[in-house]
């Protein structure tokens, strides 16, 4: 800590479009005036970036080739050096060995890593080095519950280590805005009568969007009305568009790849699915929540602790069509239900998942690693 201020580094694979960058954006954008960020990504810079306005905020890419470059680990810690920070956050696997190499290397006082979703505890070298590599790690920050499990059970890390972190939604931008339900179908390509069920997300196969197309046309022979629409871009696009044009003229998914104004787009929404076979706690599911939205998610990761079967949501099992077909088939019959849904999903977000509670856990971990250092 200098001049009473905290410096921050975040290690990231990459600053793209994803939850994790979206969870860095947002704790960075709020932070108070004492804390100064600096994003490392270990590949190259995405368009997070530009999502930041926090003045202050550093940022830097150390362009790795991917695979065993070891060079990465010392371009990084010549950067660390330069730096100064007092506590290094790593995030993820792809970037806990290099980023807690680099430390070592630099002298940086405090290594932090986070889980925030799909894990590799299954394999056994991987265990391997997440268990030698609890040694030089200070603290480990988790998005959910069942993370923090995972890090105890498998890996053996006391739980006084673990913080329980979980991501928080802007509910000034996610929120219902029904006035802009007809403007935002208009833009999309959906029709008014059209019972719209979509998902946001990167376009990669643990997102299960080919499960949800495959549900989106079950439901479809059974209510013509039902449409999909899957905002985001990846390098699943080629196969699920050749999914979506299967059928020839009948499109019941429709494909618009990355948008910057997804809280103005969600009004289009009447459920959101989040088909996912592996999660931490999904941002996307956060922010259809805020925006008074229905939800239907696989019951994997950390959705069961956002999403409750019969409480604020329905739970259907990961990689499996007709469960989730069958949930929209009941959302599109039952009026009720959706408002009732809707209601208990804006107001829990308004309440307790506010990205000011979010921001002022991390401030609270940060500044007490830092005085007990």
Same mark, same amino acid.
Request: glycine content about 10%; charged content about 30%; aromatic content about 6%.
């Given at each position: 800590m200098k001049n009473g201020s905290s410096h921050i580094a975040h290690v990231v694979w990459s600053f793209d479009i994803g939850g994790t960058e979206n969870g860095i954006v947002n704790l960075i954008n709020h932070h108070n005036s004492r804390f100064k960020s600096s994003v490392i990504a270990l590949t190259t810079l995405g368009l997070s970036k530009d999502r930041v306005f926090k003045d202050g905020a550093g940022f830097y890419q150390m362009e790795s080739r991917g695979g065993n470059d070891v060079r990465v680990i010392f371009?990084? !810690?010549?950067? @660390?050096?330069? @730096?100064?920070?007092?506590?290094?956050?790593?995030?993820?696997? %792809?970037?806990?060995?290099?980023?807690?190499?680099?430390?070592?290397?630099s002298g940086v006082p405090l290594l932090v890593h986070g889980e925030h979703g799909t894990t590799y505890f299954d394999r056994r070298r991987r265990l391997w080095a997440y268990r030698w590599l609890r040694h030089v790690t200070s603290h480990y920050t988790v998005v959910s519950k069942n993370l923090g499990d995972m890090l105890q059970q498998k890996?053996?890390?006391?739980?006084?280590?673990?913080?329980?972190?979980?991501?928080?939604?802007?509910?000034?931008?996610?929120?219902?805005?029904?006035?802009?339900?007809?403007? !935002?179908?208009?833009? +999309? %390509? +959906?029709?008014?009568k059209d019972f719209v069920v979509g998902s946001v997300g990167r376009l990669v196969e643990v997102k299960g969007f080919d499960v949800l197309i495959g549900a989106l046309?079950?439901?479809?022979?059974?209510?013509?009305?039902?449409?999909?629409?899957?905002?985001?871009? %990846?390098?699943?696009? %080629?196969? +699920? #568009?050749?999914?979506?044009?299967?059928?020839?003229?009948?499109?019941?998914? @429709?494909l618009p790849g990355n948008r910057d104004n997804v809280h103005d787009l969600l009004p289009a929404f009447d459920v959101f699915v989040c088909s996912s076979h592996?999660?931490?706690?999904? &941002?996307?599911? @956060? *922010?259809?929540?805020?925006?008074?939205?229905?939800?239907?998610?696989?019951?994997?990761?950390?959705?069961?602790?956002?999403?409750?079967e019969s409480k604020n949501g329905k739970l259907v099992s990961a990689n499996n069509f007709t469960e989730i077909a069958s949930a929209i088939i009941d959302l599109k019959e039952n009026d009720k239900m959706r408002s009732r849904?809707?209601?208990?999903?804006?107001?829990?977000?308004? *309440?307790?998942?506010?990205?000011? !509670?979010?921001?002022?856990?991390?401030? #609270? +971990?940060?500044?007490?690693?830092?005085?007990? &250092?």
């Open positions: 371009r990084l !810690a010549k950067l @660390l050096r330069e @730096l100064k920070p007092d506590i290094l956050h790593s995030r993820g696997w %792809g970037t806990y060995f290099e980023s807690a190499m680099a430390a070592k290397l890996i053996g890390i006391d739980s006084g280590k673990i913080s329980y972190l979980p991501n928080g939604v802007d509910t000034e931008k996610f929120k219902p805005q029904p006035e802009r339900r007809n403007e !935002a179908r208009k833009e +999309l %390509g +959906l029709g008014p046309k079950r439901a479809r022979q059974y209510h013509k009305t039902v449409r999909g629409i899957i905002i985001g871009d %990846g390098p699943e696009r %080629g196969k +699920l #568009e050749r999914l979506v044009n299967a059928d020839g003229r009948d499109k019941a998914v @429709l592996s999660e931490g706690t999904s &941002n996307t599911i @956060l *922010e259809a929540m805020a925006s008074g939205l229905p939800v239907i998610a696989t019951r994997v990761g950390g959705n069961p602790e956002l999403i409750q849904l809707s209601k208990i999903n804006f107001e829990h977000c308004k *309440e307790k998942r506010s990205i000011k !509670a979010m921001v002022g856990s991390y401030e #609270e +971990l940060y500044c007490r690693l830092i005085s007990m &250092n």
